[in-house]
């Protein structure tokens, strides 16, 4: 029986929210899809909840579960749930008003419930969703009737400002949302919402993991129907042509791995699941399966890659962080949850209540956000430390895939700058096969020795030559070797490693003088002072266009010079890495250092003494200024004029 027809009008409110959803709120037209099934898995959780809660309800729980129908010659597609379903007046209070949800009165009853926990898989927010089915339909039609109640409700709209709304017999338990739908318009982002292959698809990306099957008829060759489908007794009839046959099949997999306990997964089950999400081929190196409790739930199944993907330095690349609430599908690279310094870091975060926009598109940045992304990067972190702790040969081969991404981490994560620091791993003069780590450089420090010394270069060939080095090997000091570009920047602004600063050899002063010989050290440094006393003013006037300073040295033993920057200089390489970056840097003068016991250095004081105002002595400086800048891999201002004074100096000694 129908009784008659009531004609309501939307609230101001809701008529503005519809304009909205229609043309403004969501970004792809699919989503509707995603929301009324989102919507239908929240009938079936909440007749669960209260079928365990009211004895009377009489509800049956046996098979609970949605289905999607299709009819081509009427241009419908139905979304039905056998749920919890609605009364009137609830059909009323949800939809026609704005953005009304019953999960905060239901959440207040499952506190007094016994079974509390069920009641965490709770989605709610019925009406705002609901509304995104007239993105894609001219016409609404929604049949629903409550568990426990005789008579049922159908509501029905165009959605322009009035629904209608009557009294219907012989509905069945659960709700039912038929869409009249529009013309498919590609321009419009309107595809055939009718089509097999495209319904799979909404459902395999938004609702896959959904805990109750979603269930459609799907047409098969007649000639081979499935014996599974015969066993389970589905729907099946032939066409009129005798060509095809109907078959109910369970379009999602429902296999959430991360809300089963870790001891009932599989190895072999959460690497299939990583290949699935991250479409690599290789098993992932490790995996992290974690679930926090209390105030804010979530559960997050995370790996790290064995292999870096070949997007990972490029300005496209994205986090592989997928965010979910209540298994259902939100996001792709969910940036909010992961810093970007771990963008190679795949997995899926489920969060039981998150604060999301009106489309549920757009994360609110909040405290809960804030929150799940410290201890997501703590355990990310944490994982790859326990990797170094137990498998040294393992974690070398991940520190070669992701080591220089990790590295961006120091420049922009300083709440886990110690424990980013603990997994750097260097070069080092200690051993030119195996990498070191800080904490082991600071284990074999020499006794007085209070800073961890580092030179940056593009090769380790190239650093290990340099004249800077040659004290440091003399007296045996190790020196870590950086060759990454992020080198240049991290190890300049982190302060110190347990206690000990960071020292780069190629700036400042080096003092690596013994205690003993202190006393002896400064007698002869005092002559050299002395007898140095007219050249050094003399070269950093003749220089004066390159350098700030001419200086004695005590880092050289075999070079004639180096060149060095001051302790909070910018390096050459720096500057250069900005300038390519677009960025104009004023030009640093630097300071240029003289080997005191150096044939070169003793013969040009001896020249200078003899004869200060001899026009071959500024050409020599610039020889010998141009010798340690190409010594230390820089570029000559000018190569020509270098190469014409060497040749003619060349020259004139043959």
């Known amino acids: 029986m129908v009784s008659s027809v009531e004609t309501l009008e939307f609230q101001a409110e809701t008529r503005q929210l519809l304009r909205l959803v229609i043309h403004s709120i969501y970004s792809n037209k699919d989503i509707f899809l995603r929301e009324l099934i989102s919507n239908a898995s929240d009938a079936l959780d909440k007749l669960r909840l209260e079928s365990l809660t009211d004895a009377d309800l009489g509800a049956d729980t046996s098979d609970l579960h949605i289905v999607l129908e299709t009819d081509a010659d009427a241009r419908t597609l139905t979304?039905?749930?056998?749920?919890?379903?609605?009364?009137?007046?609830?059909?009323?209070?949800?939809?026609?008003?704005?953005?009304?949800?019953?999960?905060?009165?239901?959440?207040?009853?499952?506190?007094?419930?016994e079974d509390a926990a069920a009641a965490q898989h709770l989605i709610g927010q019925f009406g705002v969703g609901f509304y995104s089915a007239f993105m894609v339909a001219d016409r609404?039609?929604?049949?629903?009737?409550?568990?426990?109640?005789?008579?049922?409700?159908?509501?029905?709209?165009?959605?322009?400002?009035?629904?209608?709304?009557?009294?219907?017999d012989g509905l069945p338990v659960g709700t039912s949302v038929t869409l009249h739908l529009k013309p498919v318009d590609s321009e419009d982002g309107l595809a055939d919402y009718l089509a097999e292959r495209k319904i799979r698809q909404i459902v395999k990306q938004y609702s896959d993991f959904i805990r109750w099957p979603i269930r459609m008829a799907v047409e098969r060759p007649a000639e081979a129907p499935s014996e599974a489908s015969a066993e389970e007794g589905s729907e099946a009839g032939s066409g009129a042509d005798g060509a095809s046959t109907h078959e109910v099949e369970t379009l999602n997999s429902m296999k959430a791995l991360w809300a089963r306990q870790r001891s009932e997964v599989t190895e072999a089950e959460y690497h299939e699941f990583y290949r699935q999400i991250s479409h690599d081929w290789l098993d992932p190196a490790e995996t992290i399966h974690m679930r926090a409790e209390g105030n804010f739930e979530y559960e997050a199944l995370l790996f790290i890659p064995s292999q870096a993907p070949f997007d990972l330095f490029s300005r496209e690349s994205k986090s592989g962080v997928q965010l979910y609430v209540k298994r259902v599908f939100i996001m792709d690279d969910c940036e909010a949850l992961m810093p970007n310094y771990l963008r190679f870091v795949k997995g899926v975060v489920d969060a039981h209540d998150l604060s999301l926009n009106i489309s549920r598109e757009i994360l609110q940045q909040d405290r809960q956000?804030?929150?799940?992304?410290?201890?997501?990067?703590?355990?990310?972190?944490?994982?790859?430390?326990?990797?170094?702790?137990?498998?040294?040969?393992?974690?070398?081969?991940?520190?070669?895939?992701?080591?220089?991404?990790?590295?961006?981490?120091?420049?922009?994560?300083?709440?886990?700058?110690?424990?980013?620091?603990?997994?750097?791993?260097?070069?080092?003069?200690?051993?030119?096969?195996?990498?070191?780590?800080?904490?082991?450089?600071?284990?074999?420090?020499?006794?007085?020795?209070?800073?961890?010394?580092?030179?940056?270069?593009?090769?380790?060939?190239?650093?290990?030559?340099?004249?800077?080095?040659?004290?440091?090997?003399?007296?045996?000091?190790?020196?870590?070797?950086?060759?990454?570009?992020?080198?240049?920047?991290w190890a300049d602004q982190v302060p110190a490693f347990d206690g000990h600063r960071l020292q780069s050899i190629a700036k400042g002063q080096v003092d690596l003088g013994d205690a003993a010989d202190d006393e002896g050290d400064a007698e002869a440094g005092a002559r050299r002072d002395e007898e140095f006393a007219a050249l050094l003013p003399w070269l950093t006037g003749a220089l004066s266009d390159q350098v700030k300073q001419v200086r004695l040295?005590?880092?050289?033993?075999?070079?004639?010079?180096?060149?060095?920057?001051?302790?909070?200089?910018?390096?050459?390489?720096?500057?250069?890495?900005?300038?390519?970056?677009?960025?104009?840097?004023?030009?640093?003068?630097?300071?240029?250092?003289?080997?005191?016991?150096?044939?070169?250095?003793?013969?040009?004081?001896?020249?200078?003494?003899?004869?200060?105002?001899?026009?071959?002595?500024?050409?020599?400086?610039?020889?010998?200024?141009?010798?340690?800048?190409?010594?230390?891999?820089?570029?000559?201002?000018?190569?020509?004029?270098?190469?014409?004074?060497?040749?003619?100096?060349?020259?004139?000694?043959?």
């Open 140 to 168: 609404v039609t929604l049949r629903t009737r409550r568990a426990g109640t005789e008579s049922g409700t159908q509501w029905e709209s165009d959605g322009e400002g009035t629904y209608e709304i009557q009294a219907v």
């Open 79 to 113: 979304v039905r749930d056998n749920g919890i379903g609605m009364s009137r007046d609830e059909l009323v209070e949800l939809i026609g008003t704005i953005a009304k949800s019953g999960t905060a009165g239901l959440l207040q009853k499952i506190k007094e419930a």
């Open 369 to 489: 956000i804030r929150s799940v992304r410290r201890r997501l990067v703590k355990k990310v972190l944490g994982a790859l430390k326990g990797v170094r702790t137990n498998d040294a040969e393992r974690y070398a081969k991940l520190w070669d895939q992701f080591g220089r991404v990790l590295k961006e981490g120091l420049l922009e994560d300083t709440d886990n700058t110690e424990a980013l620091l603990e997994l750097v791993s260097a070069d080092s003069t200690h051993d030119k096969e195996e990498k070191t780590s800080l904490r082991e450089y600071v284990g074999r420090m020499r006794e007085g020795q209070d800073a961890i010394y580092y030179l940056t270069g593009e090769t380790r060939a190239m650093v290990e030559n340099s004249p800077h080095m040659e004290a440091f090997a003399a007296k045996g000091y190790e020196v870590l070797i950086l060759t990454d570009p992020v080198d240049e920047v």
């Open 553 to 654: 040295s005590s880092r050289l033993t075999t070079s004639a010079a180096c060149i060095v920057g001051d302790a909070h200089d910018m390096t050459p390489t720096l500057e250069k890495m900005y300038r390519a970056m677009g960025q104009e840097m004023p030009p640093v003068k630097r300071i240029l250092e003289l080997n005191p016991t150096h044939p070169l250095i003793t013969a040009l004081r001896s020249a200078h003494g003899a004869n200060a105002d001899d026009p071959a002595l500024p050409e020599i400086a610039e020889l010998v200024y141009g010798s340690a800048l190409l010594a230390e891999g820089g570029d000559l201002p000018d190569p020509a004029r270098f190469t014409r004074l060497l040749t003619d100096r060349l020259t004139r000694g043959l």
